[in-house]
């Protein structure tokens, strides 16, 4: 009994990591789209962010300056997909996935330029990255049954940006349902127009929530290269950053939904992981790439329309074009 609830604490210990860039990655397209701009470009921003990351804190042996090299770069990519959506009014969808090319195409080329690794940046020392660190009295309360394991476990010993994560979530809640911006970005992601006439700047909203977008995914690719790993890789968001979407859209556009469903889509994870080589009774060897698929035959179904009705807000992929008079 007491491996086995080790073992639960384990997973959820192992979701709460897996999840947090897919939670600041979900947090970050809320904003960018109930401003109405679609957001593909999750995933480049995350892309870039992780190399910028690693590539700073192995030059200068800081991973605070490889945090915010990696958010700069990240809101760099973010105002220019602004600048070509907002801006020049282009295509959302081709814009996103442009970024998203060029991200996976100049990280790899730069880190065989700089580091000639093969495209990945040296591995990081401890000192060099986000460690992990206890909360107080973790160590105190491990022996109280049920509550001391779950807080040493699961609640302790995580690094600042997953608590970070944590914390983005009320935040945003706060600022979307609570503050007289979050009031007008959902105002111009509904009517931009009704925005405009109120002589808010429908453009100066919009690219406000692209740059919140770019603060979000930086700390997320951050954490992808210094924290949960310990160097950059080819590709090492794996997706992330569409799951993060589908996680958002999973959520209705809400924070706290959003939070559950990257907390669901974690959780699979973390136990594709365990569960690798289990052999099960009737079932033999259980097939991990199933696991693996769940998220992504969720989104489907959520698509297909069998989990409520998900509506995106109303101008959301369409470009505000100001009426003359």
Same mark, same amino acid.
Request: glycine share 10%.
């Given at each position: ?124 020392? @401890?000192? &060099? ?8 009295? +973790?160590? %105190?309360? =491990?022996?109280?049954? *049920?509550?001391? $394991? ?107 939904? @959003?939070? &559950? ?8 994870? +973390?136990? %594709?992981? =365990?569960?690798?080589? *289990?052999?099960? $009774? ?44």
């Amino acid at each position: 009994m007491a491996e086995s609830y080790l073992l639960v604490l384990l997973t959820l210990d192992a979701t709460l990591r897996v999840a947090t860039p897919l939670i600041l990655a979900s947090m970050a397209g809320l904003f960018a789209e109930r401003s109405g701009v679609i957001d593909i470009g999750l995933e480049g921003k995350m892309l870039a962010a992780a190399f910028a990351a690693a590539a700073t804190a192995a030059v200068t042996g800081s991973a605070w300056l490889g945090l915010v090299v990696a958010i700069l770069v990240s809101v760099a990519l973010a105002l220019l997909h602004g600048f070509a959506c907002i801006t020049h009014r282009g295509n959302q969808v081709v814009s996103g996935v442009a970024v998203n090319v060029i991200a996976s195409g100049l990280t790899v080329v730069l880190g065989i330029a700089w580091f000639h690794q093969g495209g990945r940046t040296p591995t990081l020392d @401890a000192e &060099f990255r986000f460690t992990e660190h206890a909360l107080p009295l +973790a160590e %105190a309360l =491990r022996g109280i049954p *049920v509550l001391g $394991p779950l807080y040493y476990e699961v609640i302790s010993g995580h690094n600042f940006l997953v608590y970070l994560a944590l914390a983005v979530v009320p935040l945003t809640w706060w600022v979307v349902y609570r503050t007289r911006f979050g009031l007008r970005l959902r105002a111009v992601g509904e009517n931009p127009a009704a925005v405009d006439t109120a002589g808010i700047s429908v453009t100066g909203l919009r690219y406000s929530a692209m740059a919140i977008a770019g603060l979000l995914c930086g700390i997320a690719g951050a954490y992808l290269s210094t924290a949960h790993s310990a160097a950059f890789v080819r590709d090492m968001t794996a997706g992330k950053g569409y799951m993060a979407l589908a996680a958002m859209i999973f959520g209705k556009w809400k924070p706290v939904p @959003a939070l &559950f469903a990257c907390l669901l889509f974690g959780f699979l994870d +973390a136990l %594709a992981v =365990r569960l690798q080589g *289990v052999e099960l $009774p009737v079932i033999g060897v259980f097939p991990v790439q199933l696991i693996q698929a769940l998220p992504y035959i969720l989104t489907v179904v959520l698509l297909a329309g069998f989990i409520g009705k998900a509506v995106a807000p109303k101008a959301s992929g369409t470009p505000y074009v100001k009426e003359r008079t």
